[in-house]
DNA sequence: AATCAAAACAATAATAGTTACTGATATTAA
DNA sequence: TTAATATCAGTAACTATTATTGTTTTGATT
C-alpha cells in the first residue's frame, strides 16, 4: 500500500476528474491550481510511484511527452491525428491476440500494449461543416 | 524518390544487415566503422528522412530512446522484459480488431500499433538452466 | 568532363523531457 | 509525542533529439 501526501493525493485527484489524459506538464499546472508552490520534479516523482503501484497508467504514445491515465484498468486508447487528442475506447478485450502472437514464438507473452489512430468524432465533424 | 548519400546508404545498409532494432546511438557507432566522421546529427536527420519516406520503421515502445527497423512492411514486435531485447513476431496481421476498435466509436480508426512484451526465448532458455 | 543549384554534410549549440541531488519538512507507526 | 522514514521544494544535471551555420557533396545538365 502506497503512503500518502497531500501533493500526491491531489496529483492522483486531478487524474481520476479528468478523461483528457494529460502529460506531466499539464498535471503540473492543474496541481499548482490547489499548490501552488509543488514543483514539477515532486509530480514526475509521483507519477512514476503512482505508475509503479498500478495506480495509474503511464501512456508512451510515440508523442514527445508520456501521458497519464487515471484510470488503471486495461483499456485501449486512441490517437486523433488532426488534433492530438487521446480518449478512450470502449471494446472487449483484445487478450486472444497474445495468443496469435505467440504461435510458433519461443518465448512468453505476457501481454501487450495498442494504440489505435485517426480522425476523432469531433474532428470527423468538423470536417463535415 | 530519395536521393542518395554515402552515409544514408551506409545507415540504410547497416539497418538491413540486423535484425536488433538499434537506437539511433547504435546505428551511429556502427557506421562510424565505415565512416568515422559521421556526426550523430546526420544519423539523426537520416533516420527521419528514411522513416518518413517509408523505407524504415521508427519504432517508439516507451524505453528511453526510438528505435528503427530496416524492414518496412508492417508487422509487429516483442520486447523482452528480462534482456529489453526488441524482436520479429512472426504472425498474420491483426487488421480486424481495427474494425473491433472502431464499433460504436465516432471517429476513424486508421490504424493501429501494437507492442507484445513478456520473456523472449533465449532468456526463457537461461531461465530453464 | 565541367558547371551549378539543391541537398546533405560535420560540428556544435540549443531545446525539451525527465531524473538526481540537497537540506528542510511532513507523515506514519509506535 | 517522538523517532524513523518518506516526501518535499528548489535546482542542477542528464539524455535524447532537433536546429543552426557555413562547407562539401551529389546528380542533373550541358
Same mark, same amino acid.
Given at each position: ?6 501533493q ?14 494529460p ?10 491550481e490547489?499548490i501552488?508552490?509543488?514543483? $514539477? ?8 510511484m %503512482?505508475?509503479? !503501484? *498500478? ?7 510515440g /508523442? ?5 491515465d487515471?484510470?488503471?484498468?486495461q483499456?485501449?486508447?486512441? $490517437?486523433?491525428?488532426e488534433?492530438?487528442?487521446v480518449?478512450? %475506447?470502449?471494446? !472487449? *478485450? ?7 502472437? /505467440? ?8 501481454g ?8 476523432c468524432?469531433?474532428?470527423?465533424g468538423?470536417?463535415?461543416?
Amino acid at each position: 500500500m502506497i503512503k500518502h501526501s497531500r501533493q500526491r493525493d491531489a496529483i492522483l485527484d486531478y487524474l481520476h476528474s479528468t478523461k483528457s489524459h494529460p502529460t506531466a506538464e499539464t498535471v503540473y499546472e492543474n496541481v499548482r491550481e490547489n499548490i501552488p508552490n509543488i514543483s $514539477l520534479g515532486t509530480v514526475y516523482r509521483n507519477l512514476n510511484m %503512482l505508475a509503479e !503501484s *498500478g495506480d495509474i497508467l503511464r501512456l508512451s504514445c510515440g /508523442g514527445t511527452s508520456d501521458r497519464y491515465d487515471g484510470n488503471p484498468e486495461q483499456h485501449y486508447h486512441f $490517437l486523433c491525428k488532426e488534433c492530438g487528442r487521446v480518449s478512450d %475506447l470502449e471494446m !472487449s *478485450g483484445l487478450e486472444h491476440i497474445n495468443v496469435i502472437a /505467440g504461435a510458433g514464438f519461443g518465448g512468453t507473452i505476457e501481454g501487450h500494449f495498442a494504440y489505435f489512430y485517426g480522425c476523432c468524432p469531433e474532428c470527423n465533424g468538423e470536417k463535415a461543416n
